[in-house]
């Protein structure tokens, strides 16, 4: 805890702290803290009120899955039921062979650097389709 909270939070300290402060000054204080202490005060209400409106909501979804007969495992099994598909791997669609080591790219992507030289070199794509 900082030095300042255990100053605020020990009353004899505070009380040390404050001594040089006219009743002014004291109560321009108080009037600062009883602000803050407000504004804390009205969040923690509209927190309280936002999980009040939550519960009712799940409460109401509750009746209506008892109503139809469902329970919350059958959500489980739903949720489960979904496999994620994972897509097939595209066939290659160029191939060049070079120093007797074949390469294949599915013209997707960035271009092998071995067909970039070739290409460079004057050659075409349509060259190294695969039929």
């Keep these: 805890m900082s030095e300042f909270l ?29 602000k803050i202490v ?23 979804i509750r009746q209506q899955m008892e109503s139809v007969g469902l329970s919350v495992e059958d959500l489980g099994v ?16 160029y191939k060049i062979e070079i120093d007797g080591e074949t390469v ?5 992507g960035r271009m092998p650097t071995v067909f970039k030289n070739e290409v460079e070199k004057g050659r075409s794509m349509d060259d190294f389709l695969i039929d």
Excluded: C, Y
């Design 6 to 34: 255990e100053i605020l939070t020990h009353a004899r300290r505070f009380k040390a702290a404050v001594k040089d402060l006219s009743v002014e000054e004291l109560r321009d204080l108080a009037n600062k803290l009883e």
């Design 78 to 93: 739903v949720a489960a039921a979904k496999p994620v598909k994972k897509r097939a791997p595209r066939p290659p669609k």
């Design 38 to 60: 407000a504004e804390r005060e009205e969040e923690a209400a509209e927190e309280a009120k936002a999980q009040a409106d939550r519960l009712a909501k799940i409460e109401e």
């Design 104 to 108: 294949t790219w599915t013209g997707q």
